[in-house]
Structure formats: structure tokens, C-alpha cells
């Protein structure tokens, strides 16, 4: 931010600035993490069944997935439950109520 | 221009996006936390570190202080890698089309192979963008369409693309405009808002970054805008004396240091005609804000790849106007608000 650096655009370029969290946070930490492995697995289980029901029935679906623009009702739906994903992360790392 | 995003990279914006709504709530929580811990403006050392301290230690156990910090720091890395991502995703649809809209005309653009950058803007990665401003061949696009409708859009308040024609309306009533040189045009949003409010004038932007420049290009072709975009420091254009009746810039002046930035208003006064205006919109001055929030502007500025804010929003803009020649300088933002913030003055007839 001032002169006093000889590399002023070092923080720039830098992976991380200051760190973030503070040592109490690490096991909300954790439970973001667990929380979204799960997100994560029960995303991929749906994926994968998804695609052998389809390909079973002899509906190729990769291509079409790629493609896809979600519209009206499914973009809705979608935003709505990414949103209440986001909001159970915020929540889970920065609870109202700490346990 | 109108694209679509595949899946992989529209779901993966479409995150980053609610990421950081769902991280708003924490600001009023922590600021709250501010308040409990006897912290306010009134109480704010008036050295910036020293606030910085002061803060930083009153906040030291709030979760919500820290998730906004983690949050904020994620996206200000993540979105430019997101965004990169999903132009290579769908890169075999887009590149053809911007190279298209490259030679279609009828703007044009003057490189300069030989240009060597000033020492404040090599090396450093603006917005924490990796690479910088050239960090991707593709990085006009990238930025200046994929992560401003994307991202920016969706997450800055206020709409930022009627933002920067709403400055306009500062400018001084009843002297033409038919010559407009815009300094760091960068891809070309602002640009836009001139044309649009200007229909007739001529255009000059003048920008670093050759990939910002390609978009302004594409820009400017697909809506049959002739302008002339060239490769030049803002300070050092190159460009002849008293050519323009308006030189002006947008969101430019806080990526410059105090002596750049004074060189830009020493540059804009050469650049003007006789009578000509002046117009540079940008951050809110530190003395606008109360302690608390130039305290604030200065945290998010600090892990937001801007190394020059503070140097810029606590230069005096408006005097370094004065001192590069204009007169009739006045400043304030549209509509009384504090952001962007427009300095607008006039060259002696």
C-alpha cells in the first residue's frame, strides 16, 4: 500500500494475504469441509446414476449436459438451493450461536 | 455481446456468486462486534496502520469477521481462475467469434510492440487477477465481459454499467463534445457509456493492456463504433497537443501512484483544447469517508491486488487538477453520492 515495500505489487500477486481465520474457527473449519464432501458425494452418486439410467435406455447425455442453459423454473430451483448452499457454508464457518 | 457459458463454468460463477451473498449478512454482524468492543469512528487512531491495528485486535475472536475475510479472500483469487476455466471450456465456440469481430471493422487499433510498461503497473496483478492485466491472452474477454456480467454484476452494488454513464451528467452545460479522449479505456465499458451518450463524437481510448484493447476492439465493432484505440501509458499517450474538447476516465486514477497521478492531470491538460473539459470518475477520498470507512476501504483494498488505493484516495485529485492548469475544478459524486467520485474541471480558453 505504500513505498515503504521494494515490491509494491508483491500482495498482489500473492497466493494468500493475512491470514483469515483465527485458531477458535479451525473445527468449524472442519465441519465446512465434511459438509461439503457430502454436498460433493451426493452430487456425484446422482451424476453417475443419472447417466447409466439414460445411457441405459440409449440416451447419449454428455454433450447435452455440457450445452445446457437452465431457464425459468429449473434456473429458479437451481439458484435457490445454490444459495442455501452457500448461506449453510457461511453459517457453518461463522455460526450465530457458536456450540 | 451476447455468449453462453457451459455447464461446468456457469454453475462454477453461479457459486462464487452466491458465495459472496451469502457472506453480506457477516458485515453488519462484525461491524456490530465493532460497536460491542467500543470501537466507532469517533474512537479510530487517526493513523490508517494504527486503525488497522485497532480493529484487527477488536476483532480477533469474531467468527463472522473472519468467515467475510476467508470468503472475500477466496473470491478475490478464485474468480479470474473461474472465469479463465470457463472460457477454456468453451473456448472452441468463442474464439472464433472474437476473432471475427477483431476484423470486422470499422474501429481500429495501434499496438506498440516497443512499449515499455511503467514500473507501478509491470508486475503487479491488479485485483489479485493472476498474471495481471496481460495475464491471459484472452483477458479482455475474460474480464471485461465474463466476469463483469457473471460476477461483478451480480455482486457490486448498484448497476455498475449505468453507473458510468450517470457521471456524465457533471460534466459543464453548453460546450461541445466532439472530440473524446478516454485514458485507460481498459475493455471498453466505459467507452460505451460515451458513445452512447455522445452519439456523434469521435473516440479515443487509450489503454496498457493489448488484450483489454482487443475487447474494446470487438466492442466497438460489433456496434459500428469507429474508435481509435491505442496502446499507451496515460501519462505518456503520444497523442498530439489540444486535440480533444472532453479528456476523461473511469475507475483509472486509484491503480496509479500520487506522481502518476498527477502526471495523468498534467497529460489530460496537454491532450485538451482551449475550453476543453476534464473528467476523471473514480474511488471515494478518504477525507470523504469517517474513519470507520476509509478504515474499511483501505482493508479491502489492501487483499484486493490494489497497491496504489491509498497513495490515490489520499492524493487531492481536485488540486492536482488546479496545479496541472484546468480551472472551474469541482468534485463530487452523482447525485451527492460518494461513489465513483468525479473531479471535472476546464482548460483556459
Given at each position: 500500500m505504500t513505498r515503504d515495500s521494494a515490491d509494491p505489487g508483491a500482495a498482489s500477486r500473492?497466493?494468500?494475504?493475512?491470514?483469515?481465520?483465527?485458531?477458535?474457527?479451525l473445527d468449524h473449519l472442519g465441519k465446512a469441509v465434511l459438509l461439503l464432501a457430502r454436498e460433493l458425494w451426493v452430487t456425484r452418486d446422482r451424476l453417475a446414476i443419472l447417466e447409466a439410467v439414460l445411457e441405459a435406455r440409449g440416451i447419449p447425455v454428455a454433450e447435452a449436459i455440457r450445452d445446457f442453459q437452465p431457464e425459468g423454473a429449473l434456473a429458479e430451483r437451481l439458484a435457490a438451493e445454490r444459495d442455501a448452499l452457500a448461506r449453510a457454508l457461511v453459517a457453518t464457518l461463522a455460526p450465530e450461536n457458536p456450540a | 455481446m451476447d455468449f453462453l457459458l457451459r455447464q461446468k463454468g456457469r454453475a462454477s460463477m453461479e457459486f462464487l456468486v452466491s458465495l459472496a451473498k451469502a457472506a453480506a449478512p457477516l458485515a453488519p454482524r462484525w461491524t456490530g462486534e465493532l460497536a460491542a468492543a467500543g470501537v466507532s469512528a469517533a474512537t479510530l487512531p487517526e493513523d490508517l496502520d494504527a486503525r488497522h491495528a485497532t480493529v484487527e485486535a477488536a476483532l480477533a475472536g469474531s467468527d463472522a469477521f473472519a468467515t467475510a475475510a476467508l470468503v472475500g479472500e477466496f473470491a478475490s483469487v478464485e474468480h479470474g481462475r473461474a472465469a479463465a476455466a470457463a472460457f477454456a471450456e468453451s473456448a472452441d465456440v468463442l474464439a472464433p467469434r472474437l476473432r471475427a469481430l477483431e476484423a470486422r471493422g470499422p474501429a481500429r487499433l495501434e499496438e506498440a510492440p516497443d512499449l515499455v510498461p511503467p514500473a507501478y503497473w509491470e508486475g503487479v496483478w491488479f485485483?489479485?487477477?493472476?498474471?495481471?492485466?496481460?495475464?491471459?491472452?484472452e483477458m479482455g474477454f475474460i474480464h471485461g465481459e465474463l466476469i463483469h456480467r457473471h460476477y461483478v454484476a451480480r455482486t457490486f452494488p448498484g448497476d455498475i454499467f449505468a453507473q458510468r454513464a450517470s457521471v456524465l451528467a457533471l460534466l459543464p452545460e453548453g460546450?461541445?463534445?466532439r472530440d473524446i479522449c478516454e485514458l485507460?479505456?481498459?475493455?471498453g465499458h466505459y467507452t460505451v457509456a460515451l458513445q452512447r451518450t455522445f452519439p456523434e463524437a469521435r473516440i479515443t481510448g487509450v489503454e496498457l493492456s493489448l488484450p483489454m484493447l482487443r475487447q474494446a476492439l470487438r466492442v466497438a465493432n460489433e456496434n459500428g463504433w469507429p474508435w481509435r484505440l491505442v496502446q499507451a501509458a496515460a501519462e505518456a499517450t503520444g497523442l498530439p497537443d489540444a486535440g480533444f474538447d472532453l479528456v476523461t476516465s473511469y475507475i483509472?486514477?486509484?491503480?496509479?501512484p500520487a506522481e502518476a497521478c498527477r502526471a495523468v492531470w498534467q497529460e489530460a491538460f496537454r491532450l485538451c483544447r482551449p475550453g476543453g473539459m476534464v473528467l476523471m470518475a473514480d474511488v471515494t477520498p478518504?477525507?470523504?469517508?469517517d474513519r470507520l470507512g476509509a478504515w474499511r476501504a483501505d482493508w479491502l483494498a489492501k487483499r484486493g491486488g490494489e497497491p496504489w488505493w491509498r497513495e490515490s484516495a489520499t492524493l487531492d485529485q481536485a488540486a492536482a487538477a488546479r496545479e496541472a492548469g484546468f480551472v472551474e475544478v469541482t468534485e463530487g459524486g452523482p447525485g451527492?453520492?460518494?461513489?465513483?467520485w468525479v473531479t471535472v474541471g476546464v482548460k483556459p480558453e
Open positions: 500473492a497466493a494468500t494475504s493475512s491470514p483469515a481465520l483465527h485458531p477458535g474457527q | 485485483h489479485r487477477t493472476t498474471g495481471g492485466w496481460n495475464g491471459h491472452p460546450r461541445p463534445v485507460g479505456a481498459s475493455s483509472l486514477l486509484h491503480e496509479l478518504y477525507r470523504v469517508h451527492g453520492a460518494p461513489y465513483p
